[in-house]
T-cell receptor, first 117, second 111 residues
Framework: GAVVSQHPSRVICKSGTSVKIECRSLDFQATTMFWYRQFPKQSLMLMAT?????????EQGVEKDKFLINHASLTLSTLTVTSAHPEDSSFYICSALETASGGVYPFFGPGTRLTVL | EDQVTQSPEALRLQEGESSSLNCSYT??????LFWYRQDPGKGPEFLFT???AGEEKEKERLKATLTKKESFLHITAPKPEDSATYLCAVRGSGAGTALIFGKGTTLSVSS
């Protein structure tokens, strides 16, 4: 199957700082990527849809000025958590769409654990 | 509004004890129902995609089926390494290309 990587896998930062998370599709091109967050024992909640070369589409309740998304190439999307606060601590997971043989297959990265002190 | 409900929330099985996980959904224009496996602290691992009622797919001890209202993930003779959270998600015509997830079923298989 297709491979999606995320970096870093874990990050601890101080309150008020910014953190950048990278999501890469390693063996396919993805015009569309998604960012999710997952709280303990909860399911994945979609934050935003990222399309290469255009502005991201944010879900209701997600602050676009706080969670900056850039999809500069067909294999890379970044999520920057600006002025992070402890309540932003969560597991962030990206997904990239692979389209092959007429199907659409969302593959997920391994996730990034963010802890804000 | 597109919605996905999974049951049970948690399931404990003995090794070799077959069972099924349920995923009920309401979606406008189903464009795919997806099953994933998620281990603690990791991202979801793709298992199956089903597109139309009556479709079935198998992989090792897992078999996924689909009707117009629900999907089942059948686990035959499970092993301890099958322990994980199984997530169901749908992609509908009203949700763009994003997936809507259920809360998952956490499966524990003991030897």
């Amino acid at each position: 199957g297709a491979v999606v990587s995320q970096h870093p896998s874990r990050v601890i930062c101080k309150s008020g700082t910014s953190v950048k998370i990278e999501c890469r599709s390693l063996d396919f091109q993805a015009t569309t990527m998604f960012w999710y967050r997952q709280f303990p024992k909860q399911s994945l909640m979609l934050m935003a849809t990222s399309n290469e070369g255009s502005k991201a589409t944010y879900e209701q309740g997600v602050e676009k000025d706080k969670f900056l998304i850039n999809h500069a190439s067909l294999t890379l999307s970044t999520l920057t958590v600006t002025s992070a606060h402890p309540e932003d601590s969560s597991f962030y997971i990206c997904s990239a769409l692979e389209t092959a043989s007429g199907g659409v297959y969302p593959f997920f990265g391994p996730g990034t654990r963010l802890t804000v002190l | 509004e597109d919605q996905v409900t999974q049951s049970p929330e948690a399931l404990r099985l003995q090794e070799g004890e077959s069972s099924s996980l349920n995923c009920s959904y309401t979606v406008s224009g189903l464009r795919g129902l997806f099953w994933y496996r998620q281990d603690p602290g990791k991202g979801p691992e793709f298992l199956f995609t089903l597109y139309s009622a009556g479709e079935e797919k198998e992989k090792e001890r897992l078999k996924a089926t689909l009707t117009k209202k629900e999907s089942f993930l059948h686990i035959t003779a499970p092993k301890p390494e099958d322990s994980a959270t199984y997530l169901c998600a749908v992609r509908g015509s009203g949700a763009g290309t994003a997936l809507i997830f259920g809360k998952g079923t956490t499966l524990s298989v003991s030897s």
